[in-house]
């Protein structure tokens, strides 16, 4: 089937689930970690190009100390338990964020996860951790000015494509499709210039409860709309 290229999803609804099933928010965290197996192992078989997870924002460590600590842990208990199968499927992780600023065993995992995957030619699961779209947008900023001011790139040769090639995505396709579970209706800092001009979903299931077949509706849904990219149809 004709699937996107570029598939995005801001994963909502942990601490409201949680809260529905009167459980603390770390269970709400971790039963999310389920979905999202079953959602990689889908992206893959159909034949995604690149699947781009908002796991952990730069905002979100202004969230109580416990809940910090028990999404620190799942990063570790994560990749411990699906790091041979994702290697295993051909997939290719990449960590979109600032790493330098994680906790050393955290930051250590996830670039043991890129060097271990980095020849596979299968499906790109890039996992935003310690990510913000503006931060993303002022790094590649400074570099561009960085290397304005060594010589190294000339001021006529700043446009689109430079900061584009700049950005954690560089190598990657714009996103053609986001999906935000549980009904919120935002990006919350996630890949702001990669989704110009991305088609928009709010499915209002929660996200532990998001199911392969929510997200095969969700694909069904995109093959249906007529994207234009600002020109008019005949």
Not at 147 to 161: F, I, N, P, R, Y
Not at 208 to 227: L, M, N, S
Request: hydrophobic residues 40%.
């Amino acid at each position: 089937m004709n699937v996107p290229n570029h598939i995005a999803i801001i994963l909502d609804g942990n601490g409201r689930w949680a809260k529905q099933h009167k459980v603390k928010v770390a269970l709400g965290h971790r039963t999310g970690t389920e979905t999202l197996r079953e959602i990689i192992r889908s992206s893959s078989d159909i034949g995604i190009e690149a699947l781009s997870l908002y796991a952990f924002s730069t905002e979100n460590w202004a969230r109580p100390a416990a809940e910090v600590e028990a999404l620190m842990q799942l990063i570790l208990d994560f990749f411990a338990s699906e790091i041979d199968e994702l290697d295993e499927k051909n997939v290719r992780i990449t960590i979109l964020g600032d790493k330098d600023a994680l906790p050393p065993r955290q930051r250590d995992v996830l670039r043991e996860a890129e060097r271990r995957t980095l020849e596979n030619t299968g499906l790109r699961l890039n996992i935003a951790i310690n990510y913000g779209a503006r931060a993303e947008l002022a790094r590649a900023a400074r570099q561009i000015a960085q290397e304005v001011q060594s010589g190294t790139l000339d001021l006529s040769q700043v446009d689109e494509k430079a900061l584009s090639d700049r950005l954690y995505t560089h190598d990657l396709p714009d996103v053609d499709l986001l999906i935000r579970t549980s009904g919120e209706m935002r990006l919350s800092n996630f890949l702001l210039y990669q989704c110009a001009y991305a088609e928009f979903l709010f499915p209002t299931v929660l996200w532990p409860d998001f199911t392969v077949e929510d997200y095969h509706r969700c694909i069904a849904q995109f093959q249906g709309r007529k994207r234009r990219f600002g020109k008019r149809e005949e």
